[in-house]
C-alpha cells in the first residue's frame, strides 16, 4: 500500500565516472575566468583595429576643422565645425567628389605664413583669366552670379586687375567681401596648399548637414555683349 515505487521500474545500480567517458566535469570558477579573458582580448583587439581605422581615415580622407573668424558668412559661422574632404590634397581628378571645382569651400595653409590656415571659397580655376570691378567678379569676361553670397556683407566696390591663373593654382574668396583677407590681397592658392574642401558642418545643432558649392554660374552682360558685337567685323 505505500510502496512508492513504480511498477516495472528497473535498478539503475552504482553511478561511476567511467559510465560515460564523454561527459566532462569543469571547474565553473576556472572557466569564467577564462571566458572573462578571452572577452577582454577580443574587446581590447577590436578597440586597436577601431582606432588604426580611424587613424587611417582621418591621415588620407577626412579632417576636422574649427573656422574661426567670419570671412564666410553667412554660410559658415566664427565657430563652426567642420568636416574636410582631403583627397582633393591628392588631386584625384577621376574622382567627381575628390577634385576642386567652382563655388567649393576649401581649407588651406595660409601662402604667405604656411603655419596658418583659412578657409575660403573657389571662384577661379587653373587658366581662367580672372578680374574684379566695383565688388564684381568676372571670369574670362563673364560676370559671376554668385546666389550664395549676402548684399549686407559685399557692398564694396573693390577692384582686381585681370590676372590669368597659373596651371594648379586657384583664386579664393571669403563669402563675406567686405571683410575678408583672400587671393584679392595674398594672390592665388597653389593646389598643394589646399589640404581639403568642406563637405559636412557637424557642429552647430542647427547647421547640421552637407555643405554644397553654391553652384556659381558665368553669366554674359549686356555691355560684354556690345563689345563682342563691336569687334565682330561686318
Do not use: C
Request: glycine share 8%.
Amino acid at each position: 500500500m505505500f510502496n512508492l515505487r513504480q511498477k516495472n521500474q528497473l535498478d539503475i545500480g552504482p553511478v561511476s565516472a567511467s559510465d560515460d567517458a564523454g561527459i566532462e566535469v569543469l571547474d565553473f570558477r576556472k572557466a569564467a575566468r577564462h571566458g572573462i579573458w578571452l572577452e577582454s582580448f577580443r574587446l581590447l583587439r577590436d578597440i586597436v583595429l577601431i582606432v588604426f581605422a580611424m587613424s587611417l581615415f582621418l591621415v588620407f580622407v577626412a579632417q576636422p576643422v574649427v573656422v574661426e573668424g567670419t570671412s564666410m558668412v553667412p554660410q559658415l559661422e566664427n565657430g563652426e565645425r567642420l568636416i574636410v574632404n582631403k583627397l582633393v590634397y591628392y588631386d584625384i581628378e577621376s574622382v567627381s567628389w575628390g577634385h576642386i571645382e567652382r563655388g567649393d569651400i576649401v581649407v588651406f595653409w595660409y601662402p604667405k605664413d604656411p603655419s596658418k590656415s583659412y578657409v575660403k571659397r573657389v571662384v577661379g580655376l587653373p587658366g581662367e583669366t580672372i578680374s574684379v570691378r566695383e565688388g564684381i567678379v568676372y571670369v574670362d569676361g563673364l560676370e559671376l552670379v554668385e546666389p550664395y553670397l549676402d548684399v549686407e556683407h559685399n557692398r564694396s566696390v573693390t577692384n582686381r586687375p585681370a590676372i590669368e591663373i597659373d596651371d594648379h593654382h586657384y583664386f579664393v574668396m571669403g563669402d563675406n567681401r567686405d571683410n575678408s583677407s583672400d587671393s584679392r590681397v595674398f594672390g592665388v592658392v597653389p593646389s598643394k596648399y589646399i589640404y581639403g574642401k568642406a563637405f559636412f558642418r557637424y557642429w552647430r545643432p542647427s547647421g547640421i548637414g552637407f555643405i554644397r558649392g553654391g553652384e556659381p554660374l558665368l553669366e554674359e552682360t549686356e555691355s560684354e555683349q556690345g563689345d563682342v558685337r563691336a569687334a565682330t567685323p561686318e
